[in-house]
């Protein structure tokens, strides 16, 4: 199984797994083959994602 971590740069902590405080979106990715990896997607704690357009 392959997970793959999308984490801020820079961020006020370290992100280190699913359990983060940040509160990670965790989607399932499947492949051609049936079997599927993890996307986690951490979240800034400093809010800089507002400022996203």
């Known amino acids: 199984m392959t997970t793959y971590?999308?984490?801020p740069v820079n961020d006020l902590i370290e992100?280190?797994?699913h359990d983060c405080p940040c509160g990670p979106d965790v989607e399932?990715?499947?492949r051609?083959?049936?079997?599927?990896g993890w996307l986690?997607?951490?979240h800034s704690l400093?809010?800089?994602?507002?400022?996203?357009?």
């Open 5 to 7: 971590h999308v984490e």
């Open 15 to 17: 992100h280190l797994d």
């Open 28 to 30: 399932a990715v499947f």
């Open 32 to 36: 051609e083959d049936g079997s599927n």
């Open 40 to 42: 986690i997607t951490h």
């Open 46 to 53: 400093d809010g800089r994602e507002r400022n996203e357009t």
